[in-house]
Every structure is written in structure tokens, then in C-alpha cells.
């Protein structure tokens, strides 16, 4: 039964072979190999046969060619069926799937084909347009030779209308005339007709338009919706100077018509064109054109990029991916697409068919196989349950006397294997000995001799085991084992070490201590085990003796070293324990120094950094260790460390300072000093932030020099106020008088407004230099903000600015001058609306911020403009402006009254993006540093 079983399984797998090499696919040569490898199987098998080296063979049979090959075989007969089942199954899937593949992509070479034609026709259109277009732009004021109804019945219907325009935009000439009136001037208005007229224009090219979508409406009521492209071409003159444009209108209907639909016919497929951003210009779905292409693909599919990426490279290709099919649901299709080159737009046509018809006859071919394998397989199976029953009882019958045959075999092998035995514990270098169940010594060999002193000849018939170790007769382990009285092991060798084996089953272990034994005192390892027979009874016991003096004397030698080498140890211990409490004193030192101490190598590797933190560190000290230290600093200034870095290698160790940018976008100003460490070829390396030290200086300097330019403007301002005053008024009374008129009424009027404009100087300069005192009232910050918004309603008006406020609800009344603070925001809002385009956006919000002294926070964003960086340091400094009107004092006056309110001010801004202005007060009686307390951080 297993033979034809065996036989016949394989003679399936090899069908399956054969069906396989009628495709050019990878998997041929994994069925091959598969069938290769069961030949050479029974390439061994026969060796073996021939040989007569099967058991068979040592039966003094001959060993038959299936016998050899279950001796490869391992597995019961029905395992090895189930997997060859599950093989052939395997394999039928693995096959239908390359078949699958390689119609797949058939498909997709064919359908790529279809797209490249439909491209190239597509793009000959648009080739024979634009040449028709050239000519009848040259000959357009030619009445005899050529005119626009020729040129449009040459076309042949390809296009909708040519049209002309002047250089002005203004619509000259159209054809046919019958084509909509009002249609044809939402065409000639339509934004993207326009833009393709200015590029013309000043290319002095032909081009093609986008796609121009155009609801029109008839007079019946019937509504058609037109989706054109225009082809353009300019007309110049004799000097190839722009006088107008021809173009052409192209429906995408039309072109649907004369292509897409004719692939369509042909085989069983639907068609897609996208301009050169991915948008849908047609779709078998009407709602779907003029949406991007991803909205009708899948997202998860099985191409590692999308059909849009693939699409907008411009090269023709194809693939599998999940698109929305007629019905609206995804579906697995095969796609090809190919590019459309126009003068200026990249369109691309696409070409799918459902993945299922294209695989549909494949699967049919593979239901058809798979369905007489399971024929065959299950004919095979029912006729081998048949012959094995039948067999059974032959089978039982051999076994039997299989069996009859080997227990006489065994006998023999056993007599030779108990002469073995005898023969290993008589050579066996440990002293060993073995007791049966009447407690009689039946072995006892040379070594135990060796040992004890004793003849094997004497020990062995009798029960005298114990006399070479003790003087009274009493039992050994060997013989409370055979008794299995394991109680009893307390009793004689309770103080002996006595305990169970770990290393073998059933044994026990002691040691023990014998004087004169063998003529010399020892220490012995007993080791004594059952031996048990076939039904699991103890018939015997072995006993092994193991002479340990020297590891005890060594022991016992060692305990003393071991106590010294304690005592050592304690007092190393207790000198390190000083040695860590002085390190944690100095590291403690060191991590409370204000500066960062790095220990650098000869080669620049960081040794240690000293543990102290910043907020803006982006690498902690065990991150740092072990690492050039230039791989810490800020690339700008990496080359520059690496220059001082072989300076200071030279022995040149001068200090110097960088500025950094912390994560915020704050600067930091730090001292790098190097140095030698004594007494090694190390090098120390300090870093010290003198940011505050730098921000105090660069204050005192400032506030000197705005001092004795407050007193000189001051001085000025005052000799230059009151003239001033008496030209204003002689201005006035002098127009009163003459009452002018015209260009002389003018000049007055011009006249009044720079003298309000030197006197607004003025004014501005005695309020920086000699500011009041302000006049401190708990004030609302939202109504403060409201009133103080009223301020620039004319300004914010005119420029329609769109004002979004957002007011903290939990902030109390706060005390300032509130005339003095409406003049500073006033500053900062006409600043803000300069910077602003028509139709800008301007931000206020309010919050509380600070832990312990809480400020109140007023944060004024625009999206103007923006400041450029190398003004940002000025912005404060009194008579700098990049106004062609300012005085340069505004932000200056600013400063100082939020100076004078213990606040603060930071002007945040890049060019292009905006101003950010954050006004920091006081809450109550509290008081802030100049530091701003929303950035300030420790770096």
C-alpha cells in the first residue's frame, strides 16, 4: 500500500511539473529543483539496494528498492501524503499566481501601447491646430488668399471656433458666427484665456491654455456645460512687433470623441486625462473631472508610489493600483499611462481595465486543474485505505516474528555487554564498588584496591563493605540505597555532609574523614546510585570513592587567605568610601561653578564635562563624553574653534568670545578660555556666559549716550520750538489775509504741514528727554486696548486691516498712566499698519505669565512686511528710521514708557514675515528686570 501510495503521489507531483514548464516563469525553476532533489533521493536509495546496506540486508535478506527509500523517508506514510497534498496545493497556487502575473503584464504592455498612440494622436492634434493657427496668423489680414472659414474647414470640425484678438484684448473676429454669443464672451473673459493671452504676449509663442469649464444655457432652458482648451498663436507684424492673438478652442468632448472612445471599442477598457498638476480633464464619471487624481485611487495599494507620482514623471509606464470604477467603488485594475507633450502644459492619458477580466480565462484554466488533481489525489487515497487494510494482518504476522528473531539477538548482546561493563569498572581510575539486592560485593576494582588495601578477591561474595572504613559493622550508603531505607541516611551520616545528587537521578553524596586509611589519613567523596531493572526495581547499587584531602587541605588553606583578603578588603573599601566622599565634593564644587569645565584629550576627545545643565543643551554630559568637542559647536563657529584649537596645541592660550543662538532664537554671548591641566597632556577648556554681563554693559552705554543726546536734543528743541510757534501763526494770519487761491493756496497749506511736522519733531524730542513722571491708576487692559484701538480707526479704516483680539478674562486691573501707554501703543500700531498691505491682518491677545512676580503679557503680531535682521539691533536708538517721514523717535519713546512702568518690550520679526511686538507689565506693585521673563533661560 505505501509503495503504490508513494509511486503514485509523485507521479502527481511530476504532472504538475509538466503543466508548470508550458509557462516562462521564475517558479519553474523552484518546481525543478523540488523534483531534482526527490530524484536524488531515490538515486540514494538505489545505492543503497545495491549495496546491501539497509537491515534487511543484515537479516541476510535482500534489501528491496522501496525498503531503502523509507529509510529517507522518515515520516509516517499519512504525514508524508498530507504534505505532498499541501506541496501540490502550494504549488497550484504558487503557479495560478505567475500566471496571473504574466497576464497582468501582458496587459499592461498592450494597454501601454493603446496609451502611447492615444498621446501621440492627441499631441498631432494639438501639432495640426497650432500649424493651421501659424498660418492663418500670417495671412489673417490677406482677404483673397486666406481667411478663418477656410482655415475651419480645413480643420474639419477639430475645433469649436478660431477667434482674434487685438494687442488691446479687445475680441476682433470669430468663426463660425452661429457659435453662442454669450458663451464665446465668457470664453474671451475667462481668467485662464486671459493668462494665456500675457503669456504670449510676451513670449511672442504659441501656447496652450488649461482647461476652461463654461455652463451654457440655451434659450430652451437645456443647459450644456463645455470644457474647452485653447490653442493661441500671436500675429506680428513685419518687425515682429505683437498685434494680436488667433486662437482656437479644442473640446474635450471632441477629443474624447475622436480617441479615447475609438481604444475603447477596441477592448474593454476606461480612459483618464490629467493636466500637469494631476487634475482630471475627463472621466467615464462626469462628477469626477476637474478633481485631482488621488481622490479616485486608494490610498494603501500594492505600487510603492502613487499613480499620480508616476503620472507627473512623464514617462509611459503601467502598473496595478485601486481606482473608483463606474459603479463608484474601488476596484484592482490595470493601468497604463503615457505623457501628452504640448508647447506648455504636460498632459497624461490613462488607460484601465478591471485586474479580474484580465486574469478571467487564467483562473478558469486553474479551477479546472485543480479540481482533477483533488479527483486524482482523492482516487489515490480511497484505493490505498484498500490495500492496507487487506495487508494489516500480514504486516502483524512479520513483526511477531521480527521479534522472536531480535530476543534471541539481545540475549547475546547482553552477555557481551555485562563482560563490558565488568570490564570498564575494573579500568575505571575512580575507586568503585557494587553491591546486589543480598547486600554481596560483586565488583570491586583495582583502584578501590589501590585505595583501601583491600583484594578484590577477598571483598568480593561478601558483605564486608563497611571494613575498610569503619571498625563496627554498619551499613553504607550503597546498601541503604538497595533497602531504599533513605531515612536512615540522617542516622549515619547526619554530621557527614550527607545530601541528595544533583547530577545523577536517584544518587546520594557525603563526605567524611578516615584515619589510617590505606596507611594515610583522607578526606573521601562518597557517591553511591541505584541500579535499577527493566520493570524499575533496584537490583544493585554502585558506591564511588573519591580521595579529596588536597581540595580540603586547599580549603582550608584558602579560608585563611580568604579572612586576610577580607580585612584588606574592608580597608580598601573604607578608603574608597573617602576617596568618593573628596570626588563628590569637588564634582559638587564643580557642578556649582557658574561656568562649563570641559576635560579635553591631546586629540580633542571630551574626557568629562562638568554635570551642570542648560535649558537649551542638546546633549547631556554622558552623550558628550568620548566625542570631539567640535561636534558640540554651532556650525558657524566650528572652524573657528578648530583654528584656536591648534593654537592652543601650539601653547597659545588666549580667551575669546562667540555669540550663539539658542533653541528659542535668543542670543548668547560666552568666553571660551583654554589652559593646560597640570601635570598631563590634557587641556581645560571654560565656558562663561556673559550674556547678562554684555546685556548691563550695552545697557549703561546706552542709557549714556541717550542721556547726552536727550540733553543736546532737549537744548535744541527748545530754541527751535518757539520760532517755530511764530512761523505757524504768521502762516495762518497771513492766509486769512491774502486768502489765496490755487497753486498760492497750495504752497500755504504745504507750508502748515511741515511746520506741524517739525513741531511733532519737537514734541517728540522734549518727551524723550524729559518724560513725566506717569501717573500710576488701576486700569481694565481691555478697555485700555479698545480706547487705544480708537486711536488708528481712521488708519485701520482706510487700509479695511482685520483686527483679532483675544483677552485674557482672569487678568485684574493693573496700575499705569494710561495717557502715557496710549501714546506708546499708538506707536506701535501705526508701525504695524505701515508695515501692512490692503486687507492685512493684525493680532492681540493677552495673558498672565511668571511663577512668582506675575507680569501681564500683551503680545501685537502683524503679517506685514517684516524688519530686516541687520536692523534689528538699531530698532530702540533714538533718530533711526527707514521712513522717509519718521522722526526715528517713536520706538525710542516706546521703550521709555515701558521702562518707566518696570516693563519690558522684544520686537521679534524676519523680513517677509511679519512683526511680532511682546509688552511685558507689572502686576500690582511688582517689578521685573530688563530681562524678558517669557525667553529668559539659562543656556
Request: proline letters at 4%.
Amino acid at each position: 500500500m505505501q509503495e503504490l501510495l508513494t509511486a503514485v503521489t509523485y507521479l502527481v507531483v511530476w504532472l504538475i511539473c509538466a503543466q508548470v514548464l508550458e509557462i516562462e516563469s521564475g517558479f519553474v525553476k523552484l518546481i525543478v529543483s523540488l523534483g531534482a532533489a526527490v530524484g536524488v533521493y531515490i538515486l540514494i536509495a538505489l545505492k543503497e539496494h545495491k549495496e546491501g546496506k539497509s537491515k534487511d540486508a543484515e537479516d541476510g535478506k535482500r534489501p528491496s528498492f522501496i525498503n531503502s527509500i523509507k529509510k529517507y523517508i522518515k515520516l509516517p506514510i499519512w504525514l508524508n501524503t498530507v504534505i505532498l497534498i499541501v506541496m501540490i496545493i502550494l504549488f497550484s497556487v504558487m503557479i495560478n499566481h505567475a500566471r496571473e502575473k504574466e497576464a497582468a503584464e501582458q496587459y499592461g504592455k498592450q494597454f501601454m501601447a493603446i496609451a502611447k498612440g492615444t498621446a501621440a494622436g492627441i499631441d498631432d492634434l494639438f501639432d495640426s491646430v497650432e500649424k493651421s493657427l501659424i498660418i492663418l496668423s500670417r495671412h489673417v489680414h490677406d482677404k483673397k488668399q486666406l481667411n478663418m472659414r477656410m482655415m475651419y474647414d480645413d480643420l474639419g470640425g477639430k475645433v469649436e471656433f478660431i477667434a482674434r484678438k487685438d494687442s488691446t484684448g479687445k475680441l476682433i473676429e470669430t468663426y463660425p458666427k452661429t457659435f453662442h454669443d454669450n458663451t464665446l464672451g465668457i470664453i474671451s473673459e475667462n481668467p485662464v484665456l486671459v493668462t494665456l493671452i500675457q503669456e504670449i504676449k510676451s513670449t511672442g509663442k504659441p501656447s496652450v491654455s488649461g482647461l476652461i469649464a463654461v455652463d451654457h444655457k440655451a434659450k430652451t432652458g437645456e443647459g450644456k456645460k463645455y470644457r474647452m482648451v485653447i490653442v493661441g498663436v500671436p500675429e506680428l507684424d513685419s518687425h515682429k512687433v505683437y498685434t494680436g492673438i488667433v486662437y482656437a478652442a479644442l473640446s474635450v468632448s471632441s477629443i474624447v470623441e475622436r480617441y479615447i472612445n475609438l481604444t475603447k471599442d477596441e477592448l474593454p477598457c476606461d480612459a483618464i486625462i490629467t493636466d500637469n498638476g494631476g487634475t482630471i480633464l475627463f472621466h467615464p464619471r462626469e462628477e469626477l473631472v476637474g478633481v485631482d487624481i488621488n481622490t479616485i485611487e486608494r490610498g494603501k495599494s500594492e505600487q510603492p508610489t502613487s499613480l499620480k507620482e508616476r503620472i507627473m514623471k512623464e514617462k509611459a509606464g503601467y502598473g496595478e493600483y485601486d481606482l473608483l470604477n463606474t459603479e463608484g467603488k474601488f476596484e484592482k485594475s490595470i493601468v497604463a499611462y503615457a505623457p501628452i507633450a504640448l508647447d506648455n502644459q504636460k498632459w497624461s492619458v490613462a488607460v484601465s481595465t478591471p485586474y479580474h477580466i484580465a486574469i478571467s480565462q487564467i483562473k478558469k484554466t486553474y479551477l479546472i486543474v485543480m479540481l482533477e488533481a483533488f479527483v486524482l489525489i482523492f482516487t489515490v487515497i480511497a484505493g490505498s485505505a484498500l490495500i492496507f487494510y487487506s495487508g494489516r494482518k500480514r504486516h502483524l504476522l512479520e513483526e511477531e516474528l521480527k521479534y522472536l528473531r531480535e530476543k534471541d539477538t539481545w540475549r547475546g548482546e547482553l552477555d557481551r555487554e555485562k563482560k563490558t561493563v565488568e570490564g570498564i569498572i575494573e579500568g575505571f581510575p575512580m575507586p568503585t564498588f557494587v553491591i546486589n539486592r543480598e547486600h554481596k560485593i560483586i565488583f570491586w576494582n583495582h583502584a578501590c584496591k589501590e585505595l583501601t588495601g583491600y583484594d578484590g578477591k577477598e571483598m568480593i561474595g561478601t558483605d564486608n563493605q563497611y571494613m575498610p572504613f569503619y571498625e563496627n559493622k554498619r551499613p553504607v550508603i550503597a546498601d541503604l540505597i538497595v533497602d531504599n531505607n533513605i531515612d536512615a541516611l540522617e542516622k549515619y551520616y547526619g554530621k557527614k555532609s550527607v545530601h541528595k545528587s544533583t547530577a545523577v537521578m536517584g544518587a546520594y553524596e557525603a563526605n567524611d574523614y578516615f584515619e589510617n586509611l590505606g596507611g594515610k589519613n583522607r578526606y573521601l567523596y562518597f557517591l553511591a546510585a541505584p541500579i535499577y531493572d527493566e520493570r524499575g526495581e533496584i537490583i544493585a547499587a554502585i558506591e564511588t570513592l573519591q580521595d579529596v584531602t588536597k581540595n580540603e587541605e586547599m580549603t582550608r588553606d584558602m579560608k585563611e587567605y580568604a579572612e586576610s583578603l577580607s580585612n584588606e578588603i574592608y580597608e580598601l573599601i573604607r578608603l574608597r568610601k573617602n576617596m568618593e566622599e573628596l570626588y563628590s565634593y569637588l564634582q559638587s564644587i564643580l557642578d556649582s561653578s557658574p561656568d562649563r569645565i570641559f576635560a579635553l584629550s591631546p586629540e580633542g576627545i571630551v574626557d568629562y564635562v562638568s554635570h551642570r545643565s542648560y535649558a537649551d543643551s542638546r546633549s547631556s554630559h554622558r552623550q558628550m563624553e568620548g566625542r570631539h568637542f567640535s561636534e558640540f559647536v554651532v556650525p558657524e563657529y566650528r572652524e573657528f574653534m578648530l583654528k584656536n584649537w591648534q593654537e592652543v596645541k601650539k601653547g597659545v592660550y588666549k580667551p575669546f568670545e562667540i555669540e550663539v543662538t539658542k533653541r528659542d532664537g535668543s542670543k548668547r554671548n560666552l568666553l571660551i578660555t583654554f589652559g593646560p591641566i597640570k601635570g598631563t597632556d590634557s587641556y581645560l577648556l571654560v565656558q562663561r556666559d556673559l550674556t547678562e554681563f554684555k546685556n548691563l554693559e550695552k545697557k549703561f552705554y546706552e542709557s549714556e549716550k541717550l542721556a547726552a543726546v536727550g540733553q543736546l536734543s532737549a537744548g535744541i528743541a527748545h530754541e527751535v520750538g518757539n520760532p517755530l510757534s511764530s512761523i505757524k501763526m504768521s502762516l495762518q494770519i497771513l492766509e486769512k489775509r491774502l486768502n489765496p487761491t490755487g497753486n498760492d493756496l497750495k504752497r500755504f497749506k504745504i507750508a502748515e504741514k511741515e511746520v506741524e511736522h517739525l513741531e511733532k519733531i519737537v514734541n517728540d524730542i522734549l518727551i524723550y528727554a524729559k518724560p513725566a513722571e506717569p501717573e500710576m491708576r488701576p486700569t481694565d487692559i481691555s478697555s485700555f486696548l479698545d480706547s487705544s484701538l480708537m486711536m488708528v480707526e481712521k488708519e485701520v479704516s482706510e487700509k479695511k486691516i482685520d483686527i483679532h483680539i483675544h483677552i485674557d478674562p482672569d487678568i485684574p486691573p493693573i496700575n499705569f498712566d494710561s495717557a502715557m501707554l496710549k501714546q506708546a501703543f499708538l506707536n506701535i500700531y501705526l508701525n504695524a499698519i505701515d508695515a501692512m498691505e490692503h486687507g492685512g491682518k493684525l493680532g492681540i491677545k493677552t495673558k498672565i505669565v511668571g511663577n512668582g512676580h506675575k507680569h501681564v503679557l500683551i503680545e501685537i503680531e502683524d503679517n506685514g512686511y517684516g524688519i530686516d535682521e541687520e536692523d534689528m539691533p538699531h530698532l530702540f536708538n533714538p533718530y533711526f528710521t527707514r521712513k522717509k517721514y519718521g522722526t526715528g523717535l517713536g520706538l525710542t519713546q516706546v521703550k521709555k514708557f515701558i521702562d518707566l512702568h518696570h516693563g519690558n518690550i522684544e520686537i521679534l520679526s524676519k523680513r517677509g514675515e511679519g512683526t511680532r511686538v511682546v509688552v511685558t507689565l507689572p502686576l500690582g506693585e511688582d517689578t521685573v528686570s530688563s530681562k524678558d521673563p517669557v525667553n529668559s533661560t539659562e543656556g
